[in-house]
């Protein structure tokens, strides 16, 4: 594959700084023009095509397949089952660490979940390969499958999401709803989700030898390539993995699934390149989802609005044979003080393929719930929800009493408010109407989510010709990472965006960490920031240490680097150009590495979250019970802001997603076959244009010198949290009528209005 | 894909020859076709592809005033010609609420009429479907049945027909003409899709070899331009089948209802002209109360089957307002959201 080149898009307006800067998208014009390339749309020579046949049951066994009628078929080279398959090096069942899932790999005929791999044609022709695939037609012995969330015995799992406790408690919960003046008792249900990335899962492998090459889009370079390697028993260095786009990830492609496996496996089996891409329905499976969950919350709140205790309770389900719990209720760990808090979980297990995390995993599904809760008790109160969430402010991280490491949320709630014009809103439900006569509903939510910061390392180097070269293996999966870590890169060895080569996206380079949890540009922009530094105070050696230079003597911290030069701090007169220093050193350039990392003493000190209040307006006609979003306001403090306009348009993204939450998303699986019936983005409705309203996101300004080095918190996944609350509390405030089952549907309404 | 011959015949003739053999099905936009036949619903042995055939691609007025739209006049087409949209400003609305502004400029009046069902059970191949493979059973029956019918359906089928397009022609007593071996004929829309009965697989009236070569509207259709509505409620503003529509067409004569059309779509295997609810209309004041008495005689013999009882009670709403939006007058430009409730709403920018 040839370098991406970047820098052929125009070039960039910029003043001062980089960080903060509204750049638009470096690889935008690579992507308007069709030129970037996805892992889809490479063909190297002699490649086949592999297409996955997956189960039409739930739960039972293959027992037949033809596949001689597939080899049949012109153009089929090859079918893999269980019976004819390269050995994997282990058994993929083994979990060899927590960010392992399991995975189907044609290890036996057994069935666990509806459209899970059974087979593998491989074909000369995409065409060929499908109908080989069709002609397969497997026989089953069908056992009864367990679908959705009262399936079996419910369980306490031993952990939720990644390692968090099941249940956290704080004070005593019965003793403050006894106590308390105003109670509400209420259960919320979330569906079952799909992450539905635009680009489906997709790899095209090629072997040469022992050396594997692998084009496929991923949140997790190394993670994949480290998985890779144990499941072929292959050096790290014999792999290399291309992922310079990706189409969407949104958590379905952070960790390794079957399907690139099997696409591995295939190009082994039969020892030429393969494409292999899942169809739309096939994403409904094998490469996770959002649990459903049903939640259960209990407020009590004494004469004055004061939250006396908050019982949070959520059921979620996992797959018969791996372990992934939505945390949804740890959602009531941090927005509101009351002196008793629980959080708890419990799971059954159904035949489904293992949930896994979706943007937001927990925060999505336990904020619709408890902003739901939090709105119902306000309205008990006979409260302003705005008011009531302001008495119930939390100046400490409540379970943990921690500080926060900063927390502009009433600033949010102001500015939010402000905009919304929230002071105008009916307290009572049902009172507002707009020209046409529709049912008029102002809500809102609080936004959250943990500021997480994982360990990354970085590559920078300054050349010859004074331009700068940063390297790290990150993922640009549609946020703009090539853009917001390149102005990091820029800023790191004080130069213009345009002179440092920044180069991410494959496996060769250094490890970038998963872009997941709202913390890549975090993770790889402290790494950047401290290569940079790294590799600037090499070259400050160089000058400060030559009494040629300008600068000798003046000591590594009496330097700054600014627009390709380095100064004197206490002379900006005094400095020479970095290939000055260069070219009189002799060197062909300095280079130096650099790590980011979460600081352990901070995080034992700060609670880091980021926050935001999101004001919605929707309209309901008052017979037929169609709901539109016609407004939306969300206000967010999330630290520093890298690029507003790659911030804005993930908050716009995030706030989107909320509505959709509380409007549309729902995979609809069939009671009796566990079979997921609107598999296609025909049926699974996500928002079209037409439903997303004029959007309006501010960006709180909010300093934290704790949360690491940049003082980023992200912004990858809070504009769901709050925004489906918020949608969800228009509505009820629009009719008067409160649907806890999401996504809230025309029947819900249609005979209550 | 099941590998299948293509012919591409010069005349419509050789194309009914062609298409008469088993196995063969016709190939216009393909907009429906082509993804059944990726998900394996349909795999017919040889596509009949007519796009290319003359005579098929016009709007023309016949001097008794009828309107003839060829059968590959493409949905946008028609929805956007100025004529068009002004005397059957229903049927223009209806085109627009349906698809995406993509589908639409495929999308042929043809391959609209004749287009398959939207039930999932008949998609997804794991499922038994009556329609799919005659006699193989129902599972939509006691499946997932939000979004099935309320009339005419049976213990066979309870599929709906998704066209948005079908309802204000139906409503319009619109007149298929049909090259087929025989042949040219014609049968009222009306006649064109068939209940399920016992043999749901049996779509329409049909033939092999038969090709839907025009839609014609009589000259009574231009009657209600004045006052002619379609309204879907739907999951989502745009991009989405209807749960329930209805077009209402009226004539309204010194203050009193001349004649009444009323069509309801999402709720049959077939777009369901609502006779009975027009008879109340007619010769009475176009006032809410007769609405309502409409509306109910309308869904008199509707019953749920399945988790859809709430489609009566959204269906008779719809009628209702369809009327009422119909007596208010055609408005004189097609909302920025066609057959929406929304339809009124300020800040609506597209569909």
Known sequence: ?753 | MKPFDYVRPATVSEAVVAAARPGAAYLAAGTNLLDLMKGNISRPDRLVDVTHLDGLDAIETLPDGSLRIGALVSNADLAHDPAFAKTYPAVAEALLSGASAQLRNAATVGGNLLQRTRCAYFYDTASRCNKREAGSGCDAREGESRGHAVLGWSDSCIATHPSDFCVPLVALDAVVEIEGRGGRREIALDELHRLPGNSPERESALEPGDLVVAVRLPPAARGFAAHARYLKVRDRTSYAFAVVSAAAALRIENGKVAEARIALGGVAAKPWRARAAEDVLRGVAPTADAFQEAAWRALTDAKPSGDNAFKIELARRIVVRALRLAAAGTPARLPALPASPFASTSGAIHA
């Not at chain 1, 609080?446 to 700068?468: C, H, K, N, V, Y």
């Not at chain 1, 949890?517 to 402290?526: D, F, N, R």
Request: hydrophobic share 40%; glycine share 10%.
């Open chain 1, 1 to 753: 594959m040839p370098e991406l080149n970047l820098t052929s898009a125009p070039a960039h307006l910029r003043h001062g700084s980089n960080i903060g800067q509204p750049l638009t998208r470096r690889d935008g014009v690579l992507k308007v023009t069709g030129q970037a390339t996805y892992a889809a749309d490479n063909h190297p020579p002699g490649m086949l095509f592999a297409v996955i046949a997956v189960s039409g049951i739930a739960h039972g066994r293959v027992v037949s397949l033809d596949v001689a009628a597939a080899k049949r078929h012109p153009g089929v080279v090859d079918v893999m089952t269980p019976d004819h398959k390269p050995q994997l090096a282990i058994d993929p069942e083994i979990k060899t660490n927590p960010f392992v899932f399991r995975m189907e790999t044609l290890q036996s005929n057994e069935v666990r979940y509806a459209n899970q791999p059974i087979a593998v044609v491989i074909a000369e022709t995409l065409e060929a390969a499908t109908e080989g695939a069709a002609l397969l037609a497997p026989r089953y012995e069908t056992l009864p499958p367990l679908v959705g969330l009262d399936a079996g015995e419910s369980f306490v799992p031993p952990v939720v999401g990644v390692g968090n406790p099941t249940e956290n408690h704080l004070g005593d919960v019965e003793a403050g709803l006894a106590s308390a003046e105003k109670r509400i008792d209420a259960t919320y249900e979330t569906p079952p989700q799909y992450h539905n990335a635009m680009e489906p899962h997709a790899i095209v492998v090629q072997w040469d030898g022992d050396r594997l090459s692998v084009d496929m889009p991923t949140q997790g370079l190394m993670l994949s390539l480290a998985r890779i390697a144990e499941l072929f028993g292959i050096a790290h260095d014999k792999i290399h993995i291309r992922s310079p786009f990706l189409g969407g990830g949104f958590g379905s492609k952070g960790l390794m699934g079957g399907p690139p496996v099997l696409g591995i496996m295939a190009a082994k089996l039969v020892g030429r390149p393969i494409k292999l891409v899942l169809r739309r329905e096939q994403m409904y499976g094998p490469v996770g989802h959002r649990a459903p969950t049903r939640q259960r919350l209990r407020i009590g709140a004494d004469s004055e609005g004061r939250l006396t205790a908050l019982d949070h309770h959520a059921r979620t389900v996992s797959s018969m044979f791996d372990d992934f719990y939505e945390p949804a209720a740890d959602a009531s760990h941090t927005l509101y003080a009351a002196p008793a808090i629980r959080t708890s979980h419990d799971a059954v297990r159904v035949n489904t393929g293992t949930p896994l995390f979706m943007r937001a995993p927990g925060e999505a599904t336990g904020s619709i719930a408890l902003e739901s809760a939090i709105d119902e008790m306000a309205w008990a109160c006979g409260m302003d929800p705005l008011a009531f969430r302001l008495k119930n402010y939390a100046e400490v991280e409540p379970i943990s009493g921690k500080p926060f490491s900063s927390k502009a949320l009433r600033a949010c709630y102001e500015q939010g408010a402000a905009r919304f014009g929230w002071a105008k809103r009916s307290p009572q439900p049902r009172q507002m109407r707009d020209d046409a006569g529709l049912l008029v509903g102002w809500g809102m939510g609080t936004a959250t989510f943990p500021a997480l910061m994982f360990q990354a390392e970085a590559r920078a180097a300054i050349r010859r010709d004074g331009s700068g070269v940063m390297e790290i293996g990150a993922h640009d999966m549609g946020q703009g990472a090539w853009t917001a870590l390149a102005q990091i890169a820029a800023d790191a060895v004080g130069l213009d965006i345009d002179r440092v080569t920044f180069k991410a996206g494959t496996s060769d380079l250094p490890d970038a960490g998963i872009a997941g949890g709202s913390a890549h540009t975090a993770t790889a922009g402290a790494a950047i920031h401290s290569a940079g530094a790294a590799v600037i105070a090499k070259l400050a050696d160089l000058a400060t240490g030559d009494e040629r230079s300008p600068l000798f003597g003046a000591g590594n911290t009496g330097v700054i680097a600014r627009d390709g030069r380095l100064i004197r701090r206490d002379d900006e007169s005094r400095g020479e150009s970095y290939a000055e220093i260069l070219a009189r050193a002799g060197v062909a350039e300095v280079e130096a590495r650099g790590t980011g990392a979460p600081n352990p003493a901070a995080m034992e000190e700060y609670a880091m979250h980021a926050h935001g209040a999101v004001f919605a307006e929707v309209k309901v006609d008052p017979e037929l019970g169609q709901i539109r979003v016609t407004r939306m306001v969300g206000a967010f403090a999330a630290g520093r802001i890298v690029n507003p306009r790659m911030v804005q348009s993930q908050l716009f993204g995030g706030m989107i997603w909320g509505m959709s939450f509380a409007l549309h998303e729902e995979a609809i699986t069939d009671r009796r076959t566990g079979r997921i019936m609107n598999a296609n983005l025909g049926e699974y409705h996500v928002p079209v244009n037409a439903d997303v309203p004029p959007l309006d996101v501010i960006t709180v300004e909010e300093q934290d010198p704790h949360v690491n080095t940049l003082g980023i918190k992200g912004v990858g996944e809070i504009g769901i949290t709050g925004s489906a609350g918020a949608v969800a509390n228009a509505v009820w405030h629009a009719t008067g009528v409160r649907v806890r089952r999401f996504p809230i549907r025309i029947e819900d309404l249609l005979t209550q209005l």
